[in-house]
């Protein structure tokens, strides 16, 4: 899919093996800016040190099939992606997908790709029969919470929990959205776990 932003072209679309990198760095500059003031700054610096394991993860994942993963793609440069699949939570009912990831560089933010990456995540939960979604949202990220709020999710307030990364603890609020799904019946092993929640 393409579309403009700031005079350039956007292509959202499948990631390919050697994408790998360019997505973890994405993904560590977009979490080093977000969440500069909600994290601590060595938490946030030992993130360059995650990379090579983010890059290992996604090789494998986009080799074993890359259709819960979207890259959004600007002027030949990575600026952006999202994976979703099955919910990972045990308290939700059948039907239930997730948005598992997504995730801009800075200079990215306010352009409307994340809301093309949303509406492409969107189109392949419904095309895999899930009728809702959820998306887990660190607390204190007033950015994201503004940003799912307006492509129509709604805060769980009772569903919320600490996750913990390399000894940080990462308080977290669970969203949820009603899809108009496709399909009849989810297919598990069409939108597979291939993301963590980091």
Excluded: C
């Excluded at 500069?36 to 494998?60: H, K």
């Excluded at 999202?82 to 059948?94: I, K, L, T, W, Y």
């Excluded at 709020?149 to 959205?177: K, V």
């Amino acid at each position: 899919m393409k579309s403009q932003a700031d005079g350039s072209t956007v292509l959202i679309r499948l990631p390919r093996e050697e994408d790998a990198r360019p997505i973890a760095e994405v993904h560590v500059r977009s979490w080093q800016s977000a969440y500069r003031d909600l994290l601590s700054p060595g938490f946030l610096a030992g993130l360059e040190q995650s990379i090579e394991r983010r890059v290992a993860f996604l090789v494998d994942a986009i080799a074993g099939g890359p259709r819960t993963i979207r890259v959004a793609e600007v002027d030949g440069e990575i600026v952006g992606w999202s994976s979703f699949g099955a919910s990972r939570d045990d308290d939700v009912p059948p039907g239930t997908g997730e948005l598992m990831s997504i995730y801009l560089i800075p200079e990215a933010w306010t352009l409307g790709i994340g809301n093309r990456l949303w509406l492409e995540s969107r189109r392949g939960l419904e095309e895999a029969g899930f009728h809702s979604a959820t998306a887990w949202v660190l607390d204190g990220n007033v950015r994201a919470t503004r940003f799912y709020r307006r492509i129509g999710f709604t805060a769980d307030g009772a569903s919320q929990r600490t996750f913990e990364e390399n000894g940080e603890p990462l308080p977290l609020t669970r969203f949820r959205i009603a899809l108009d799904a496709a399909g009849e019946t989810p297919d598990p092993s069409s939108p597979a776990r291939i993301s963590p929640r980091s």
